[in-house]
C-alpha cells in the first residue's frame, strides 16, 4: 500500500515538473524542474530494485549533465537566448502530434502484457549479491564490447566538445570589440563570412 | 505490487511530454533538454521491464543510455556555444549556412 502511494507521488510530480519544464518561459526554471523529476525517477528506481541506477540517475545526471547545461545557460546571455524556427510553426499542431503520439501509445502499452521468459536475475539472487556488483558482473563479462564502446563514445564527446567550445586564437579579441561597440558587430559577421 | 503497465503509462506520458517540447520549444537549448525528458521515458520503460522480467539487461542498457546522454549534452551544448559566438545578437531566424 505504503508503496503505491509512493509510486503515484512520485508519478504526479514526474508529469507536473515534466509539463512545467516544456512550457515555462524562463530557461533556468525549466533546467530547475528537470532536476527535481530527476531525483523523483531516482525514487521510481528505488521501488524497482535498481539502486545502483538510482544513484547514477542522481550523480550524473543531476549532478553532472544538468549543471552542464546550467552552465551554457550561464555562458549564453539570457536577453537574446539562441533561438531556432521550430520544426512545426503552429504550437497547437506539436502539441496535437504529442497528443495523439500518447493516445496511440497507451493503447498500445495499457492492455495485459504476457511476460517472456524470465531472466536468471530474481530479486532474491539480486539482493543475495547486491545490485551493484550484479551490474559489473554482467557489465565486464557479457557486455563488455559495448562498455569499451561507451568508453569511446565519451571520448569522441570530451574530443568534441573541447573542439567546439574552444576560442580560436584572435577570435576572442575581435569579440570583445564586438560587445562594446555594436555598430560595428555587422562588419565583424561580413568579415567572418567572407573569410 | 505494483503493476507493469502503471510503470509504462507514466513513460509513456513523460516521453510524450517530451515531444510536446521538441516541437514547440524555440530555445536550443531547452529542446536539447526535451530530449532528455524523452531518454528518461525509455529509461523507466527499460528498467521496469527488466525488474518484471527479473533480468538486469534492461539496466544495462539504461546505463548506456546516460552514457550516450551524457555525451549528447556535451556535444549539443558546444554547438549551442558556438552558434551563439558566431551570431551574436543577430535573432537566428534561419540557421541555413554550412560555413559562415
Given amino acids: 500500500m505504503f508503496i503505491q502511494i509512493f509510486f503515484i507521488y512520485c508519478a504526479l510530480m514526474i508529469i507536473a515538473s515534466s509539463i512545467l519544464a516544456v512550457s515555462l518561459r524562463n530557461p533556468i526554471h525549466c533546467v530547475l524542474m528537470v532536476l527535481i523529476l530527476f531525483f523523483h525517477m531516482a525514487g521510481l528506481y528505488l521501488t524497482l530494485n535498481a539502486e545502483f541506477l538510482a544513484a547514477v540517475q542522481i550523480i550524473v545526471y543531476a549532478g553532472a549533465i544538468l549543471v552542464l547545461y546550467l552552465f551554457v545557460l550561464f555562458l549564453v546571455s539570457l536577453r537574446d537566448e539562441i533561438r531556432l524556427v521550430p520544426f512545426i510553426a503552429n504550437a497547437w499542431v506539436g502539441r496535437a502530434v504529442a497528443v495523439g503520439l500518447a493516445g496511440v501509445l497507451l493503447y498500445a502499452v495499457l492492455p495485459a502484457f504476457i511476460l517472456g521468459e524470465k531472466g536468471k536475475w530474481p530479486v532474491e539472487a539480486v539482493r543475495e549479491v547486491t545490485h551493484t556488483k550484479v551490474i559489473g558482473q554482467e557489465l565486464y563479462t557479457t557486455y563488455l564490447l559495448p562498455f569499451e564502446i561507451a568508453g569511446l563514445i565519451l571520448l569522441v564527446a570530451l574530443l568534441g566538445g573541447l573542439v567546439l567550445a574552444r576560442r580560436e586564437r584572435g577570435e576572442g579579441d575581435n569579440e570583445v570589440q564586438t560587445a562594446e561597440e555594436p555598430p560595428s558587430e555587422n562588419a565583424s559577421i561580413q568579415g567572418e563570412v567572407s573569410r | ?100
Fill in chain 2, 1 to 100: 505490487m505494483i503493476p507493469l503497465s502503471w510503470y509504462m503509462a507514466l513513460a509513456v506520458m513523460l516521453f510524450c511530454v517530451g515531444v510536446c517540447g521538441f516541437l514547440t520549444r524555440r530555445n536550443v537549448i531547452i529542446m536539447l533538454l526535451s530530449l532528455e525528458l524523452m531518454l528518461n521515458g525509455v529509461n523507466l520503460n527499460l528498467v521496469a521491464l527488466s525488474y518484471y522480467l527479473d533480468s538486469v539487461r534492461g539496466q544495462i542498457f539504461t546505463f548506456f543510455i546516460i552514457t550516450v546522454a551524457a555525451a549528447e549534452a556535451a556535444i549539443g551544448l558546444g554547438i549551442a556555444v558556438t552558434l551563439y559566438r558566431s551570431r551574436r545578437s543577430v535573432h537566428v531566424d534561419t540557421i541555413n549556412q554550412l560555413k559562415g
